[in-house]
């Protein structure tokens, strides 16, 4: 059997461009939240009902919640499971990794499902393994669920210790330690949370736990919070930015487009600037936009030859049209294009090739300028040019 490579998409059960491929996708991350939802409530029922384990174990009576933290990895894991990330099946793994345990050391019906359940998904997902071609299994992805499962791990750690240690602190209130699971949890979420618990350590081992959980929880609960809400910030800045971006298009008039980012548009940007007439410059690669906003111009992110990237662009409004990739192809598109969009509009296509001139003119370029054809012009003409006078008259003779 060969050994699995995020990076084999070619070998994969299904193509990127197979329909099939979203429908399973889709069903793997639905299938992945189920069993979740399985892991979560079995991990509950066994927390809240007495169930007589097979054998008797050192978890007797004091089964950890292992089962329902698994179960909300699973819930995080199946939005990346969906989308076929690599680094989604590596940590499918860990499910696993907390159930089965708790199964052998304390078997009941709920541990076992639990570990069943969870071993059965990487079953599931293993026939896909190659699927998982997207994303790399290290870099930002990988980040972001390695602090989920650290705080999962630490949320974990401390409702365990508490749990383990709960005679040893004192409530504020009526009653005396940490009781049950649900104490447990409470204790943990608000000691790392900075928030301060309702629970007096007694002990020196009580203590040192607290410390220690403070350490821990504090900067993985920040870091957490920050993975999760950070992509709803980020999405939620670019639709502000999209909104604006629109708003500044709606009021552009009588400007010129100029379409592409090559050097010869980022010029004809500069002259129309220097003219005192507002240029809008079309590419299609978000690199090049950034470089060219980041360098004063404004720009606007798509494809020049597509309709609707030049409707947003205002060509109804517009004075000016130039093509000036560095595609004559491209160029030829974007001409068709504008030319059945705006009858009337003045349109000029620069050609890097001139055998291109007549095939852009018979588009429907108003004017076709070959930029080798120029520069040779004016370089034939400066080398055939007469010497200047120099200030002080012509030079005399002897």
């Known amino acids: 059997m060969s050994a699995w490579r995020p990076d084999r998409a070619a070998q994969s059960s299904y193509a990127p461009g197979d329909p099939r ?49 698994a179960g909300v990895l699973l819930l995080a894991l199946s939005f990346r499971i969906r989308d076929r990330t690599a680094v989604a099946w590596l940590f499918t793994v860990i499910a696993p990794a907390l159930t089965v345990p708790i199964a052998l050391l304390s078997p009941n019906a709920f541990s076992i499902l639990s570990a069943v359940a969870s071993t059965g998904l990487v079953v599931i997902l293993y026939p896909y393994r190659e699927g998982f071609y997207r994303g790399a299994a290290t870099g930002p992805q990988a980040t972001q669920l390695l602090v989920i499962v650290t705080a999962l791990m630490t949320l974990l750690l401390g409702m365990v210790g508490a749990r383990w240690l709960g005679s040893q602190y004192q409530a504020a209130g009526p009653g005396t330690g940490i009781r049950g699971w649900t104490e447990a949890l409470y204790f943990t979420v608000s000691t790392i949370s900075t928030n301060g618990s309702n629970y007096i350590p007694l002990t020196d081992t009580a203590r040192w736990f607290t410390v220690i959980l403070i350490l821990l929880g504090v900067g993985t609960f920040l870091s957490a919070v920050v993975v999760l809400f950070l992509p709803f910030l980020e999405a939620r800045l670019e639709r502000i930015a999209e909104r604006l971006e629109r708003a500044q298009m709606e009021d552009l008039s009588g400007h010129a487009i100029v379409c592409g980012a090559s050097t010869a548009a980022r010029a004809v940007a500069d002259s129309f600037r220097d003219a005192g007439v507002p240029a809008l410059v079309l590419a299609p690669e978000t690199a090049l936009i950034d470089l060219l906003r980041a360098d ?75 930029l080798v054809a120029v520069a040779a012009r004016l370089v034939t003409a400066a080398a055939l040019e007469n010497p200047r006078t120099p200030p002080g008259g012509p030079t005399p003779s002897h």
């Open 21 to 69: 491929s979203s429908y399973r996708g889709t069903a793997l991350g639905v299938a992945t939240a189920v069993i979740g939802v399985v892991l979560v409530v079995a991990g509950f029922l066994s927390s809240y009902l007495v169930v007589r384990d097979l054998y008797a174990d050192p978890f007797a009576g004091y089964d950890p919640p292992f089962d329902a933290i």
């Open 296 to 370: 004063g111009y404004r720009t606007y992110l798509g494809d020049p030859s597509s309709e609707a990237v030049l409707t947003a662009s205002g060509i109804e409004r517009a004075r000016a049209l130039v093509a000036a990739d560095d595609s004559d192809a491209e160029n030829l598109l974007t001409v068709i294009t504008a030319r059945g969009m705006a009858p009337q509009l003045r349109i000029v296509a620069v050609a890097s090739s001139p055998n291109a001139i007549g095939k852009l003119l018979k588009a429907g370029a108003t004017e076709a300028i070959s």
